[in-house]
């Protein structure tokens, strides 16, 4: 039987009797509310089968979870009874086995090699980049207009990631590449929600070609980057820190490990921060008291001067701000894994084969963790100690062994984009239309984020 017809027919993968969730009838209408609003269709579910529910989506048996133990114990202790998820691992026709997507002793190897390249210490070079990137920025801005901020900042979240990489300046090649990593992108997501999903393999689908196109163009830039970096002197880029780097044994990377590495940190590394940056500067401008209150934090510890990497630890209501900012829009709106064995978990029997979703999206806002969960309120992070809430409440990095692993780069990147810009413009939100966000392979604005960008008066000339 073909692929695309054992989807209609085949009994689901596994069942789960002791989990509660809705009934076959109430499975047709969840996949008709799924494809209209997938946030919709977890919180529904959850709020009426509790903290661990499940229901079956297509073949897919899925576990819904929200109980911030159960979290603890799928990501942390019993993380090696989990792979990663079904549809996280469809991102593998783009990423290869690079390490958001390997397994076992592959993906230990490799996060050994690269982790030591991002950490606190090591990334702490990048500041200058992150700095000078933003204020190469808003040159470009005119005092006054409306700027698309979404596309504004994720360019800019690209142009850090590729200059902390190579280091070289691939300016010349920079819209090749932002072209490539579009055209990529737009079909995974596509790919996500389209009929075309459902289609026997063998038929011609122009989409799949364009995609192919796209890829071939990253690969032969990405395989053209290492090629002259091997050549070239040693250096600071990250790109030179993985060639560099040997395993236990002394071997290093291949081309094809260092392509799936390089693409890996590039696609995780921009979109998730670009996302952050621009939910921020939206909250900012929908709450012009908090904005302010960053501004005097920014004017007091930067003291006239430009950011560094001295000053981000002293950005303590900046980092609360950023930190809001990720609890209320979380980039990365669920963490999935499968069971690769038949896993209890409390009381729960967690058969192999099931997909455990946890999404951010509905933990974040839990009342149970949170006061007034949908309020936008930094100074809970100032005020309540963190040991007061259950450790995965809050996971905009994931947790566990597969924690992410530029978590250090991204707090420092957006500490010091949010004060570089708070030192230069204010912002304003002119649309009326209210933020909506829809589930992507991140967490996406449905449309475009506009605001006015004016420059304080008092603002010191660039550089
Ligand atoms: C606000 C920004 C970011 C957010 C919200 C974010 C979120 C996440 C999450 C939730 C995971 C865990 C996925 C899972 O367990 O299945 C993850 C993994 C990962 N992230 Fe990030 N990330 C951000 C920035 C970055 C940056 C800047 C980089 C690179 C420079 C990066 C590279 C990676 C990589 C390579 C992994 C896979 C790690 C592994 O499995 O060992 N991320 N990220």
Request: charged share 30%; glycine share 6%.
């Amino acid at each position: 039987m073909s692929n695309w017809l054992a989807r209609f027919v085949s009994e689901p993968d596994v069942t789960i009797n002791d989990i509660p969730g809705p009934s076959t009838l109430e499975n047709l209408f969840i996949h008709l509310d799924f494809i209209r609003d997938q946030f919709r269709t977890y919180r529904g579910i959850d709020e009426a089968y509790g903290p661990v529910s499940q229901f079956q989506l297509g073949p897919f048996c899925l576990v819904l979870v929200t109980d911030p133990d159960v979290i603890e114990e799928v990501l942390l202790r019993r993380a090696d009874a989990f792979d990663k998820d079904t549809v996280t691992k469809e991102l593998s026709v783009l990423l290869g086995r690079g390490l958001l997507l390997s397994e076992d002793d592959v993906w230990r190897r490799q996060r050994k090699m690269v982790a030591p390249s991002l950490q606190r210490r090591q990334i702490a070079r990048y500041a200058d980049v992150m700095v000078s990137e933003t204020e190469r920025m808003m040159a470009d801005w005119e005092d006054g207009e409306t700027r698309d901020i979404e596309r504004d900042i994720t360019m800019l979240a690209l142009r850090i990631v590729v200059q902390a990489l190579f280091s070289l300046d691939v300016s010349a090649r920079l819209h090749e590449v932002t072209e490539a990593v579009d055209d990529a992108m737009s079909y995974l997501d596509e790919r996500r929600h389209s009929p075309w999903r459902l289609t026997p393999d063998w038929l011609p689908n122009p989409r799949e070609r364009q995609f192919d196109r796209a890829k071939s163009k990253l690969d032969s830039i990405i395989y053209d980057l290492i090629a002259s970096r091997r050549e070239g002197e040693p250096g600071d880029d990250l790109l030179y820190q993985l060639i560099a780097a040997t395993d236990e044994g002394g071997d290093r990377m291949t081309d094809e490990q260092l392509r799936d590495e390089v693409i890996t940190l590039f696609l995780a590394g921009h979109e998730t921060t670009g996302l952050n940056l621009t939910y921020t500067w939206y909250l900012l401008a929908e709450h012009p008291r908090v904005a302010e209150r960053l501004r005097e934090e920014v004017d007091r510890v930067l003291g006239g001067g430009r950011a560094g990497v001295e000053d981000v630890s002293d950005l303590a209501y900046t980092e609360a701000v950023i930190r809001e900012s990720l609890r209320l829009y979380s980039p990365a709106w669920s963490v999935g894994r499968e069971a690769t064995e038949t896993v209890e978990l409390e009381d729960w029997t967690i058969p192999e084969g099931a997909q455990v979703l946890m999404p951010q999206v509905l933990v974040h806002r839990d009342e149970r963790w949170y006061d007034d969960p949908e309020a936008f309120r930094p100074e809970r992070w100032l005020e309540t100690p963190e040991d007061e809430r259950p450790r995965f409440a809050y996971f905009p990095f994931g947790g566990g062994p597969r924690i992410c692993v530029g978590n250090h780069f991204a707090r420092m990147e957006t500490i010091l984009v949010v004060a570089t810009l708070a030192r230069h413009f204010t912002f304003e939100n002119v649309s009326e239309r209210e933020l909506d966000t829809y589930a992507s392979v991140t967490q996406r604005p449905e449309t475009s984020v506009e605001l006015r960008v004016s420059r304080r008066e008092e603002a010191p000339a660039f550089g």
